[in-house]
């Protein structure tokens, strides 16, 4: 799948936000190994701690499906659903990444002109993870 397909469904999947309170609207697009595509949408509350990411949405529908190896996400966000500049994942994001991703995932983080592509080691330096921590 092209990036720019993935973006096209990260943008699609923006429109489902539920920001009643910040007005930010965020859709995500994951990619998996089996060109299986997961949307995600942010999901604020009240309470704003029980929030959870467009990023964390796509990821947790992936995983209940059996999912566990993925390629890539597109990101995208912007007050009211207008994209004003691109925006990396929070660090709780990065992480839940990290747990199901390599270094070599790819982020595609989306700005009005366009997109712009990182690699989860470029995003999360010196990162966390079972695979590097365990041995």
């Known amino acids: 799948m092209s990036p720019e397909k993935l973006v096209e469904l990260a943008l699609e999947a923006m429109t489902h936000?539920?920001?009643p309170y910040s007005g930010f609207k965020v859709g995500a697009a994951l990619l998996c190994a089996d060109g299986t595509v997961y949307q995600g949408c942010n999901i604020e509350n009240a309470a704003y701690g029980p929030t959870n990411?467009?990023?964390r949405t796509a990821f947790f529908k992936a995983v209940y499906d059996g999912q566990r190896d993925?390629?890539?996400i597109a990101v995208c966000g912007g007050k009211d659903g207008v994209i004003t500049g691109g925006f990396?994942?929070?660090g709780v994001c990065r992480q839940v990444m990290?747990?199901?991703c390599?270094?070599?995932f790819v982020i595609y983080m989306v700005d009005a002109e366009g997109y712009e592509a990182h690699t989860l080691a470029e995003i999360l330096p010196f990162?966390?993870?079972a695979q590097k921590h365990m041995n």
Do not use: I
């Open 98 to 100: 990290r747990e199901f």
């Open 70 to 72: 993925f390629v890539a």
């Open 53 to 55: 990411c467009a990023e």
């Open 88 to 90: 990396p994942p929070c």
């Open 17 to 19: 936000s539920y920001s």
């Open 127 to 129: 990162s966390f993870s």
């Open 102 to 104: 390599g270094d070599d």
